[in-house]
């Protein structure tokens, strides 16, 4: 049996603060913690790993264009 996304919701919580609170990403059997980073200072400190992101995402993304016949991307879709 596999689980569904799981997240406890704190009703304290005003709806401004929801950015900044991390959530949790059940899938295959593994737990994500999903974080919202200062992409600045992530390449600072990981410049290595950070490269090598970038590149399978857009490695990705050409892949994708070329599967869907080419046409572009709007812009802010690449995570759905």
């Avoid at 295959?28 to 200072?41: A, H, K, S």
């Avoid at 390449?43 to 590149?55: I, K, N, S």
Wanted: contains cysteine.
């Amino acid at each position: 049996m596999q689980q569904d996304d799981v997240m406890e919701v704190d009703e304290s919580l005003s709806p401004l603060d929801e950015s900044d609170v991390p959530t949790t990403d059940i899938s295959g059997g593994c737990c994500f913690l999903l974080t919202d980073e200062n992409m600045d200072l992530v390449h600072a400190a990981f410049p290595v790993e950070v490269d090598r992101f970038l590149q399978e995402k857009e490695l990705k993304q050409l892949k994708r264009r070329k599967t869907t016949g080419g046409k572009p991307e709007t812009p802010g879709s690449e995570g759905i």
